[in-house]
């Protein structure tokens, strides 16, 4: 009785729009409750989801984002990007995911991204003379690569429940997140081409140079954190803290753009930021111990498992089952609560955990563009002005194009494992 209780209670919550993170909360502690568990249990399972080292790169990456966006890196990436490739039709847009491909390996969260980015790169698309519909769900589109491209926040709360090592999750996602940035080119490229959008002049190899130059110290932030994983010199919690003092130092006295009396605020900001994700995943850990005594995940694997044992049917049912909680639930809660149970299931039929974990974080970041709870979906129509209607329409084809991604690294393994058992054996 009490189980249906909490189920009631967290699906009324998010029907009637109260956040995640509250509705976790809420339904939990309304079924201690009920079931008579002293209500201590509830802070006590809350600081034992929260009290993971690994953790503590979280509010490190999230600093060294800020730190970086707010000292001029944006608009470097950016003119870069389109250095490259804004002179091929459409190529605002191919701009717009080339920066996201850049960007997202520096803060690793697909809201900054679409924040950010989108921030220079929707009212420029428009007033180039791009359809705002177009742009926003561009930006939306792209900004989903960022937690897949290292450094990745989802992927460190993966690494905190199953203790696949952070610095494997990092490399496992950089392939699939090119694989996912070229695919969506190839469509925006096809839609601008269909649709005769504008296209750039090309600038030069001149300006090529100068803007790598420019983006440079940006551009190398993702490689310090990646040689400092591969080296074995750092942790990521270390690697978040250089990241996040290299940041100052690039965006106060390289860039000059950071002042550095806005340190304190940009530090409040990020602790915000950083305690709103914990927060969550102190709710959801209570929630997914609930889950577990109730023996949720056990009767999913047995239900599973009683109408197939074939892999890939697993595969495919398990894509199924995240691509439709992404519909619904926020990343990093539907990560705590479903990923434990559903590695044990794709172990239990031979699949390899790396592999699983990974297809596991595209799967989510993909719903991050569906709605009715697509979060990146909100911020770019609000960006470009625009009732959701008109961008959701315009984001079906790379949303296509990404769960086409998906389903090749579903089933082609070698894509997500190759490169973090070849560097880190």
């Known amino acids: ?54 953790l ?44 996201s491909m850049l960007f997202g390996g520096i803060t690793g969260t697909a809201v900054a991204d679409a924040a950010s980015i ?31 491209i290292p450094p990745s926040v989802p992927m460190i709360i993966v690494g905190a429940l199953s203790g696949i090592s952070v610095g494997k999750m990092f490399l496992a996602g950089a392939i699939p997140g090119i694989l996912m940035g070229v695919a969506m080119m190839v469509t925006a490229y096809v839609i601008s081409a269909r649709k005769n959008f504008p296209r750039q002049p ?9 803007s790598f130059g420019g983006a440079f110290w940006a551009l190398a932030m993702t490689f310090l954190i ?6 074995g010199l750092a942790t990521p919690t270390e690697t978040a803290v ?12 390289i860039y000059r753009e950071l002042k550095l009396r806005k340190v304190p605020a940009i530090l409040v900001d990020s602790a915000i930021s950083a305690a709103g994700i914990l927060a969550l995943v102190g709710f959801a850990n209570v929630f997914g111990w609930i889950l577990v005594s109730e023996r949720i995940p056990q009767a999913i694997a047995d239900a599973v498992l009683g109408f197939t044992d074939n892999p890939f049917l697993v595969i495919l049912i398990i894509n199924l089952l995240l691509l439709f909680v992404g519909m619904f639930m926020e990343t990093i809660a539907a990560l705590i609560i479903l990923f434990v ?62 769960i086409a991604v998906l389903l090749l690294v579903s089933y082609v393994p070698a894509i997500a494992t190759w490169l973090p058992n070849t560097l880190m054996p």
């Open 1 to 54: 009785m009490e189980v249906w209780v909490l189920f009631a209670v967290f699906v009324g919550g998010l029907i009637i729009g109260i956040p995640v993170a509250i509705t976790l909360g809420l339904s939990s502690l309304v079924y201690i409750l009920l079931s008579g568990i002293p209500a201590v249990v509830m802070p006590q399972k809350m600081y034992a989801g929260m009290d993971v080292f690994v």
């Open 56 to 99: 503590l790169s979280i509010p490190g990456f999230i600093l060294a984002g800020n730190l970086m966006n707010q000292g001029g890196i944006t608009n470097r990436i950016i003119r870069f990007a389109q250095a490259l490739i804004g002179w091929v039709r459409g190529g605002l847009g191919l701009t717009n995911i080339g920066a």
């Open 118 to 148: 989108g921030g220079v790169m929707i009212p420029g698309m428009k007033k180039a003379g791009y359809p705002g519909d177009f742009s926003a769900a561009v930006t939306a589109a792209s900004s989903t690569v960022g937690p897949i």
């Open 202 to 210: 090309w600038q030069g190899w001149g300006e090529v140079a100068r």
């Open 226 to 231: 990646i040689y400092g994983l591969l080296s």
């Open 242 to 253: 250089v990241a996040s003092v290299y940041a100052l130092i690039v965006g106060a006295f």
């Open 341 to 402: 149970p559903l590695l044990s299931l794709a172990q239990a039929v031979g699949i390899d955990p790396l592999h699983f974990a990974t297809f596991a974080v595209l799967n989510l970041m993909i719903g991050l563009t569906t709605p009715p709870v697509g979060v990146c979906l909100f911020v770019c129509a609000g960006i470009a002005r625009l009732p959701l209607a008109p961008v959701i329409v315009a984001v079906l084809p790379f949303l296509l194009t990404n």
